[in-house]
Every structure is written in C-alpha cells, then in structure tokens.
C-alpha cells in the first residue's frame, strides 16, 4: 500500500511537470513574414551571437532565430512539419519573404531576392548568403506567422506588390491607375502613392505571360527571345550610348543581350541582360554614354556582337573590372579565381565550384591579410590584380580538404544526435543586402513521412531541460512520502508501547 502510494504520487507530479514543460515548447505564434524576415537580416547585420539553446535577441541558436520573433514551436523539426505549406527547394522556391528553410538538423530563414540568413554555429554566428548555397531541403510557412496574399508589402526600405500569395517579379502591373515596374527581386520602380490600391483586372498577366509579349505589348520585361517595336526603341538607344553597334531590327539576340549587360554594369546594376525596370534608366536623361576606352566596334551580326563584348574584359584589364566578386555571387567566372586560391593553398582541392560562400571568402581574407592588402573579403580590382601577380604571396599554412566531406544530398533524414550535431559550414563574413537572382541548383529533397530526431540546437535543450526538471520533482516527492511515511510509524511504534 505505501509503495502504491509512492508510485501515484510521482506520476502526477512528473504529469505536471510534463504539461509544463511542454506548455513552454509550443506556445501560440504570431508575427508577419516580412517581420521575420526584417527580424533575421536585423540579427545579422547586428551580428547577434550563436548561443547553443539561446532564444533570446542577441544571442540565439537556429531554430531560436525564428522562435525569438515569433514565438510558436522552440524545435525545427515542429517548426518544419508543423507547417500546412512547405515545398521542396528542388522546384525552386516561392517569392515569399520570411519563409522558414529547413535541412536535417537545421532552419533558417528566407529574406527574398534568392538570398536567405540563419544562426549556424558558435563559430560562425549569424550568417547572410544565397538561399541554394547550404544545401536547404525545403522551405515552409512558419506555423502561426502570418503571410501576405495581395497587396503592398514594405520590407527593407523597398516596396513590394503581392499577388496571389507571392511578390511580383519581372514584370509590369497598372495598380490605382498607375503603371509600377518590378525588377527580378521584386523591387518596386516607385513607392506606391496609395498602399490600399489593388491591380486592375487588365493587366493580372503573370511574369511568364509577360516575357512572352509580342510587337503589341506595352509593358514586361524584354530579354533574350522578345522582339517588337519596344526592343527596336531599346536597340536604337543603346546605340545612341554607344553600347550596340548591332542591326535595329527588333529581334532580342544575344548581341542586344551583351549590349544591355554592359548598360547594366555603367549603372551598377545587377548584369541579368533583362531590361525590366532598368529600362526607364536606359531612356533616362542621366543615362550614361559608353567609355571609348573600353568602346565595342561595328560588327555585323548579334553573334559577333555578344562575343566582343566577352572578351573585352580581357583587352583592358585596366579599366572597370568585370571580376568582382562578393559573397552570394554564382558565376562561372569565380572558378579561375578559386582555381588560384587553392593554387596558393588558401582554399582546399574541389571547392572551385563557381559559387562564392563561406570557404570562398574565408581564403580570400586570408590572401588578404597574409599579402597586406586591405581586408574587404571581396574580389575587388586591387585583391585581383595582386593575386594573379607573381607577388602574391602563399599561404603559410596550406588548407586542406576536409577528411569527411558533409554529404549534402540524402534520401533518409538521420535520426541519431550525432548526425545532427555535424558540423555543416564556416567562419560567417559581411555582406551587403543585394538581392540577386540565381540560378536553381537540384537538390535532392527529404522524404516528409519521416520527421528527423529534435533538432540539434533545440531538442537537446528541451530534454535536458525537462529531465532536470522530472529528477527535482521526484527526489521532492520521495521526500516528503519518506518524512510522512516515518512519521506515522513513529506514532505507531510510540502508541504500541504505551
């Protein structure tokens, strides 16, 4: 009878004490997407600390970066499979800001324009770079979190229009009677006069319908494969700058393609060869005519066109440099920069990949501070230049490849800790907030009838946490059972010998 009610006793404090714990993991949500996704470039930019179990501003792991804004499930893994949308980042991803990103043993969060920032590591803090360059499996809507359907959205000093549960991007929509243009980020041409107007049922196109206008369209992107009398207006005032010495025939070749790129880099704007937005710069009274240094000669066909404008870099070296290159960029022309660092054993055999992250710009600061150059951590003119000299000096301790690569692509979710605490990434460095489109990489998604073991940053926390609490709770119990137990049979004992 006493064992009995020993054992009832514990079960209902350690019931308790579950109830309460648990309370705590999964709390009511709140919050914006575009507030989420303020709250994680804020994190970055204030350089917030990577705390193992931290949810607090300032100092959090990577499901507390989202936890700490929204409150909701403190696990990744609930945050992740608790949501009634999510996607596989294989397909591409949604152009939603605030997004969740999650990859065994690991969220994040998407900030828009193909960029995304999660707290990686005490080593690392909190990082900023290209949402397809961390092997992220799958994006979600974070459970709770409100996200916008249709209508303005301002988020980051830009304005955004929402159509159907997504911003717009690469194209044109008349909205409260006005013609707004939005380039591949999504950023509007101008900030809305009146944030309540909706778009005209006229022109509801989407992006795809837009890059498909013929000579009758008045509004949309032009790019590579559009003809009309708009590309004809935009042949003949790139000429009149001096960037296409091609035929004015209306046709979007390649040639109109590397003329309007070069506009793009006059302009310091992101070089896509899609003349969306941008074009009311081209037309502009301020638009910039093309240095005769640097000036392409006449050529005959679009062909020839497109392949002078290639090579020019090369025959002036001296002049604007084409190669610079910052964290997030995505090009084919990083790989002979990353060939050279790893030539001068700053980065390890296999990473000359073309894309600029963490391991990139970790070599690049150290060529920098090993040859005396000013540490920007980006390719820039000088860093260039010194590195393809036959001054740049080696480094003094040669990087070597990882012993055992992290395996990016899987098609079980590991369910051991072990797995999920690997390591998965390096040393976190500035970026600036410019959005740009990159091109998607198929990454193989994660079965979703299988949750993965807690996450690593959280679950640990939370089971420590309520064991800890359970072991209190039952040596109290024991305790105050074994003081009344005695009691009693002291007063027994006593009344038996009187």
Not at 24 to 31: E, H, K, V
Request: net charge negative; charged share 20%.
């Amino acid at each position: 009878m006493k064992i009995k009610k020993i054992i009832s006793v514990v079960l209902v404090a350690a019931l308790i004490a579950s109830v309460a714990v648990m309370g705590t993991i999964s709390s009511s949500a709140s919050g914006t997407g575009t507030g989420l996704a303020e709250w994680a470039l804020n994190a970055y930019y204030s350089n917030w600390s990577y705390v193992y179990g931290g949810s607090e501003p300032g100092a959090v792991d990577c499901s507390g970066l989202i936890y700490s804004y929204a409150g909701g499930y403190r696990c990744g893994d609930d945050q992740t499979f608790n949501a009634s949308y999510r996607g596989y980042l294989s397909d591409g991803i949604p152009n939603i800001h605030g997004l969740g990103l999650y990859k065994p043993g690991h969220v994040g969060v998407y900030v828009g324009g193909g960029m995304a920032v999660d707290a990686r590591g005490s080593d690392y803090g909190v990082c900023y770079e290209s949402v397809y360059s961390h092997g992220w499996t799958q994006y979600f809507k974070v459970p709770g979190v409100s996200y916008p359907t249709t209508g303005w959205v301002e988020f980051s000093g830009n304005s955004y229009y929402y159509e159907n549960g997504e911003y717009l991007a690469d194209t044109s929509r008349e909205i409260g009677g006005e013609t707004y243009y939005f380039d591949s980020n999504g950023i509007s041409n101008s900030t809305p006069s009146d944030t309540s107007a909706t778009a005209s049922n006229s022109s509801q196109s989407s992006s795809s319908e837009s890059r498909d206008n013929d000579d009758n369209s008045s509004t949309g992107s032009l790019r590579l494969g559009s003809h009309g009398e708009r590309v004809e207006a935009l042949q003949e005032r790139l000429a009149e700058l001096g960037y296409y010495n091609g035929p004015i025939d209306g046709d979007f070749g390649t040639g109109t393609e590397a003329a309007f790129k070069l506009f793009q880099r006059a302009m310091g704007l992101t070089e896509d060869g899609i003349a969306g937005s941008d074009a009311d710069l081209l037309f502009s009274e301020d638009a910039p005519y093309y240095q005769a240094e640097t000036k392409i000669e006449k050529h005959n066909s679009d062909e020839e066109l497109a392949e002078s404008a290639a090579e020019e870099p090369a025959e002036e070296p001296e002049e604007e440099l084409a190669t610079t290159f910052k964290m997030g960029d995505y090009t084919n022309d990083l790989v002979p920069v990353q060939e050279r660092l790893i030539e001068l054993s700053y980065l390890p055999e296999g990473e000359a990949d073309g894309s600029f992250g963490e391991k990139t710009a970790q070599a690049v600061n150290l060529f920098q501070d090993v040859n005396e150059i000013e540490k920007t951590g980006e390719i820039d003119e000088n860093t260039y230049e010194v590195l393809f000299s036959d001054d740049a000096i080696e480094n003094p301790n040669p990087v070597e490849a990882a012993t055992e690569a992290p395996t990016e692509a899987v098609t079980e979710v590991p369910t051991t800790a072990a797995a999920l605490l690997a390591p998965t990434s390096a040393p976190n460095t500035e970026a600036q907030v410019k959005a740009s489109q990159l091109s998607n990489k198929a990454l193989i998604g994660v079965t979703d009838t299988t949750q993965a073991a807690r996450g690593a940053s959280s679950a640990n926390f939370e089971f420590i946490l309520w064991l800890a609490i359970m072991i209190v709770v039952m040596l109290i119990t024991f305790a105050i059972v074994y003081a009344v137990e005695k009691r009693k049979n002291r007063g027994y004992v006593g009344t038996r010998y009187q």
